[in-house]
């Protein structure tokens, strides 16, 4: 066999297989993502779900003589991409109730016999053009520590909302309504250069105290 037929089979085994291997390499960057989508969706599923919990749990009294008319402060932009911040308190439940930690929450961990709780966006030190969801909470001396709920994170919306409304995206009061509305948005970078994905989740909940 002469070098130039050598050449010529070879060229020809190239086009031959470029397709499969460029349609197995499309088809295993799809399931990355697709993989990748779904661990974002869980772990948004579990921050979404600490952050309703605190709200559900917010403004309980032991007594009736305490007060909790601020026990739920929603803070409005200033933070990344003009994102929302919530600090959340309650007395000492009777029941046993646990921080975004997993701590049980007990007297030592409350200033002025309170628990507290405070999630928001901090910028990312690995990537500045998105974010960390950050929650803190107090340690058993009564001081604030806190622990990274989520990665990527491209906003945080938290509005008190007029649980009546029929749309509930045109009221947005700020005064407590009964009934806040949460929305969240990640990135999802993609692997294959063709833009990245944003994954967004939209919740309701309702404070049981106020």
């Known amino acids: 066999m002469t070098l130039l037929s050598c050449i010529t089979a070879l060229t020809l085994s190239a086009v031959v297989i ?15 993502e697709i993989e990748e989508d779904i661990l974002l969706n869980q772990n ?10 605190a709200i559900r749990e917010a403004g309980y009294r032991s007594n009736q003589n305490s007060k909790n008319e601020n026990d739920i402060q929603i803070k409005q932009g ?9 600090e959340l308190m309650q007395d000492l439940p009777k029941h046993i109730a646990y921080d975004c930690m ?15 709780q405070h999630f928001y966006l901090e910028r990312s030190r ?24 989520l990665n990527q994170v491209q906003y945080l919306q938290i ?45 309701l909940v309702a404070p049981r105290h106020i």
């Open 18 to 32: 470029y397709s499969p291997l460029k349609l197995l390499s499309d088809v295993l960057l799809k399931q990355a």
């Open 44 to 53: 948004m599923n579990r921050a979404m779900e600490l952050l309703m919990r």
């Open 78 to 86: 200033g933070l990344f991409r003009g994102s929302d911040a919530i």
């Open 102 to 116: 997993g701590n049980v929450l007990s007297k030592e961990r409350t200033r002025h016999r309170k628990s507290y």
């Open 126 to 149: 690995n990537d500045p053009r998105s974010a960390i969801l950050i929650c803190q909470s107090l340690d058993r001396q009564g001081r604030l520590h806190q622990a990274e709920l």
């Open 159 to 203: 509005h008190w909302v007029n649980p009546h409304a029929v749309d509930i995206s045109s009221v947005t009061p700020k005064v407590a309504s009964g009934l806040i509305k949460i929305s969240l948005g990640v990135e999802r970078k993609s692997q294959a250069g063709k833009g990245n994905t944003l994954i967004e989740q939209v919740r």
